[in-house]
């Protein structure tokens, strides 16, 4: 059910974790999840990655790896929301920026909720 979460919720869902898997994902110290849930169901999800620093400064950066609102629930809040809470848990953590790699129909969004483009491209590169 991801794919109600998705820009399109058409494509197909990318199936569930094993138990295993997803208590590896979770039990990873680096990995933060938030959910919003409304009446037991749930509603949006953030999923960010915690990057230590290498220079003086904080500790630490969050890389925002993803994030959505249920397609039934959007633009109701929910994602805000979400974000203020994980700005709450950064400013708990001394860590003082956030990046995120937007797709272009969520830049808006991001743009509405204080984030900025910065000069660089995100590249990737997908092992054959
Ligand atoms: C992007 C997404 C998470 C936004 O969630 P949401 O719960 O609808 O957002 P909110 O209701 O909290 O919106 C916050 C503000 O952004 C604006 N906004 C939300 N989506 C927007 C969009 N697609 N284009 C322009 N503005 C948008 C809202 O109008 C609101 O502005 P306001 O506070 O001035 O009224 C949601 O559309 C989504 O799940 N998209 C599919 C998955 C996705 O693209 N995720 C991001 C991957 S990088």
Redesign the pocket.
């Known amino acids: 059910m991801d794919n109600l ?3 399109d919720p058409s494509v197909a869902p990318s199936g569930a974790l094993t138990y295993d898997a997803a208590r590896s994902f979770l039990g990873d110290p680096t990995v933060l999840v938030w959910l919003a849930e409304l009446d037991g169901g749930l509603v ?1 999800f953030l999923h960010c990655c915690i990057q230590r620093r290498r220079n003086a400064g904080p500790w630490a950066e969050l890389l925002l790896m ?4 249920h397609v039934d ?9 979400l974000l203020a809470v994980m700005e709450e848990w950064m400013r708990e953590h001394r860590i003082r920026e956030v990046w ?1 790699p ?2 272009v ?2 830049t ?2 991001y743009e ?2 204080g984030f900025a483009k910065d000069e660089g491209e995100i590249l990737v590169k997908a092992l054959s």
């Not at 993803?66 to 609102?69: L, P």
């Open positions: 979460f998705d820009e949006g993803e994030m959505g609102t629930w959007r633009r109701r809040g929910v994602g805000r929301s995120v937007a797709n129909y969520a808006a969004f509405k909720c």
